[in-house]
């Protein structure tokens, strides 16, 4: 087992933990901390350090797609979920329906919405873009409000590079 690495940086929307190993990032979360403990650092793993460093450029409306190695652990049903958000495109939403449809389990969308929930990869693995069937922004583990953020700041970029 590699050992494992943390790093916090100052997000618009708050302060964002980094968990991963040598190889590949196990997780990406918004911490309620108001301090970072853990800065990036000389040691920090280069995985780490671009982790960091792509997320700054999507938050700068630089990026709209991520090229880190990560490792989803979960159920088969929970990596299929995880694998259809990342084709969500940015700026772009669906429903948990569209999801479940996708995944080849029409009826499971509360199965998806738990495969959601469970989602370790914030922003990468972008489960802010899912919406309810009546177009509402509804449960997300970073908080409504920054659910929101996410899918503004994206389209206003999206919008931004088609003037």
């Known amino acids: 087992m590699s050992h494992l690495h943390q ?3 100052e997000s618009p929307i708050g302060i964002i933990e980094i968990v991963g190993t040598d190889e ?3 997780s990406i979360s918004f911490s309620e901390k108001s301090e970072i403990n853990y800065p990036i ?5 280069q995985v780490i350090t671009d982790c960091q460093q792509q ?3 999507y938050f700068k409306g ?3 797609k991520f090229t880190i190695p ?3 652990t979960g159920t088969e049903f929970q990596r299929k979920v995880w694998t259809a958000l990342t084709d969500v ?5 669906v429903s948990y329906g569209a999801i479940a449809k996708a995944v080849g389990s029409e009826k499971a969308v509360r199965a998806v919405g738990n495969a959601n929930s469970k989602n370790k990869l914030s922003i990468i693995v972008p ?8 177009g509402k922004l509804t449960g997300y583990a970073g908080t409504l409000p920054r659910k929101e953020w996410l899918l503004d700041h994206e389209k206003a970029y999206k919008e931004n590079q088609s003037k």
């Open 55 to 57: 997320l700054e450029e």
């Open 7 to 9: 790093v916090e940086f």
């Open 24 to 26: 590949a990032i196990l």
């Open 62 to 64: 630089q990026r709209m």
């Open 70 to 72: 990560f490792l989803s």
């Open 89 to 93: 495109p940015y700026a772009e939403t």
């Open 41 to 45: 650092s000389p040691d920090s793993p």
């Open 127 to 134: 489960c802010h873009r899912i919406i309810g069937a009546n």
